[in-house]
């Protein structure tokens, strides 16, 4: 019956500072590779498409990356967010366990997502930007950008994948409430979109083609440039804000995580809050165990294989190092739609590769029935996504009560559930099944890859 | 460019007691009557459905009630709930004056509602109830009475108006996710309910359908009682929790309210953020305006009759002194569902016979406009109900800058509008008009009435 201990900061510690985890990494990440010439690209290659700070941030090697003042300013509106002692839930596993988390779900778009989109809008606009463009699936990442452009007075354009614009109108009126404008992808602006609908009229479209059409307008628009949610580097620096509070609100608890969890779809989530503690492990040999929860019909990390690959499905991005299923795989629609992504970024790829970090690979139904444990005893009703953190944490509590050990955990709860009642609703009516992937649906598009392989 | 600044409190400055204004009204409010005798009601008359405790609030002449720390421990959950000053709304509406909000969007339910309902889930739990009902529109209130009772472990049973059953499922997966039941009303578990079917099988329900099913089932069930989230004066004194965190917030940033508005539904809203400031006015003789913002399609304070009126459609409550529009007023099916109800509770309606508040009546389109003005300057999508409260800002401070006087103006945003999404769908595609009220859409359901008139 008591409320779970929530732990806040004042606005003065919002972190003033990235962390730039290429700073401390045994082995650097590969470079990505150009996709005609296979040589590493270079600023150049991107300059079209990306401001040259975000170009940067992206190869940096500098530890701390200063936040913005004007940026430190909208997070304001949100950050920072609180940090919750999950006293319920411990309380109903029985865990000798202490569960934190961090609370995301706060920020007006309703996930952590807006903290790289208003860096993104901020530098963007410095630079001259007058419009950004980006691909969105069910929209989660194109309303963190609409917000952060309504900030900045940025022209948004949002290429959403047809099927969901039509299914899920609710994401596309609030990109239009902050005044973006939203297109079913694919769509007749751009040549990509154009050619899919000739050889298809009634394509429901992909996160691929989408990519595509937001990288070609951008590419061929003056005043114009694209941007990214997740899977790039300066992505996930700007994520490094979560884990950065995150340690200051448990420093005032007195405590410190053992074993830190988020869900993984490209990692802004699970970089978001874990990246500011393997900083402990490199500099101070800490043993802080970073787990990666991915879905088990979408396992990158724990069944990919470590290789070049394109980052969308039509094979127009650079070449990027990471542990993929192929460009070319369909993952199962599961209602964590922002898990549904192919390949992992290049840093995390590389911190797997050696061994820095862990992965996990959890079944729908599991991921649900702890999202509603969840609900009942914390009172937030999360995301799909969210949920296969809360999954893996149960599953370590447990442990920890058989070992009789008490650890401490912590793991980012990325966003509210809110638009994603029709989830729920499908798993209460027992509509949900796991799914075994079978060998060939597994590997077919990995084993039609003819990218560079890495020894 | 910049963000609204945010004031927050820490959890220890969570006010200890809610403020009851009947200690302080210049005229108390008249006595409910009971619907056969017409005699005042007596606290035997409510003990079937209510707790003691909470029948003691409703009369209670206390200037202060204790918080109870239970109630206290789960309000930290969410609360203290931020302040902002709408910085970027001020800039739009190029006004001297200051604008603030309280947002209370960030419960767990989404809203204000949670406010009460944990302090009604507690007090029935101390007396031993194990299940409340109650009846749901949309769904706001529903759910906030499921996410209390989850966290007392108490049994809570929903029956939620049919056509909203059917056609906004979400809010009924989000109760149904905290334990709640929820059940299509007409049903067949009551009289009231079955007597309708009878009738008609395919009775769409009506929020005083689902009213009278809720008291039935606790008024003939062995443990289980009724719980309601508005217009009792138990109700609004829970809320003043709202305003009494707002003035130590605004004293925080040296300041102190000209004008405070909310929304107006049945009171609950409203009453919350403005008692609080009333206070002075009562106690110092300090001049704060403070005006209750209806739709002007359910005009009940602008335009209604200050008469003996019931609370539910069919005629079963207690008769209420309120200013009413009748008890079988229809209002329009208006997005802001929570602000279609027929009257106002008994307090304020003595407030505003007596002029020591004020009314206004706001039509949907300049609501909705300003909900898109609000949304594209502060960020936060909020409610079509909260949308009221913007206009009649913006109205105020486009009057403060004619008038060239620097006025400080406080409102209460009570909540998100995640689950509305579709109301600004239908606004974005002109499908909404307003409709100016004929004499006998408006006054038919007044005239006739036979209950009590008052002088």
Sequence with gaps: MSASKKILLSESEIPRNYYNIQADMPNPMLPPLHPGTKQPIGPQDLAAIFPMELIKQEVSQERWIEIPDEVREIYKMYRPTPLYRAANLEKLLDTPAKIYYKYEGVSPA???????????????????????????????????????????????????VKISYDQKPYRKI????????????????????????????????????????????????????????????????????????????????????????????????????????????????????CIAVEPASCPKLTKGEFRYDFGDTAGL??????????????????????????????????LLKDKLIEASAVPQLECFEAGVKFAKTEGIITAPEATHGIAQVIREA????????????????????????????????GELVDHELTHEELYSALEALDTPKIN
């Design 174 to 289: 609030m990109m239009n409430t902050w005044g973006a404008e939203v297109i079913a992808s694919p769509s007749t602006r751009t040549n990509s979109g154009r050619k899919i609908l000739e050889q298809d009229p009634n394509s429901p479209g992909s996160l691929g083609i989408a990519i595509s059409e937001a990288v070609e307008k951008a590419a061929t628009t003056e005043g114009t440039n694209y941007s990214l949610g997740s899977v790039l580097n300066h992505v996930l620096l700007h994520q490094t804000i979560i884990g950065l509070e995150a340690e200051k609100q448990l420093a005032l608890a007195g405590d410190f995580p053992d074993i830190v969890i988020a869900p993984f779809g490209g990692g802004s989530n699970f970089a978001g809050i874990s990246f500011a503690f393997l900083r402990h492990n490199f500099q101070e040999g800490k043993n802080v165990r």
């Design 398 to 429: 447990q442990k920890a009560k058989v070992e009789g050990k008490q650890k401490t955990i912590l793991f980012n709860l990325c966003g509210h559930g809110y638009f994603d009642m029709s989830a729920y609703q499908a798993y209460f009516n």
């Design 317 to 350: 991005t650079p070449l990027i190092p990471m542990y993929t299923l192929g460009h070319t795989f369909v993952p199962e629609p599961i209602h964590a739609g922002g898990l549904r992504y192919h390949g992992a970024g290049a840093i995390i790829s590389q």
């Design 110 to 160: 309703g996930s952590h997502k807006p903290n790289t989109a208003i860096a993104q809008a901020y530098y963007n606009k410095m630079e001259g930007a007058k419009r950004l463009t980006t691909e969105t699936g069910a929209g989660q990442w194109g309303s963190a950008l609409s917000f952060a452009c309504s900030k900045f007075g940025l022209g948004c354009e949002i290429y959403m």
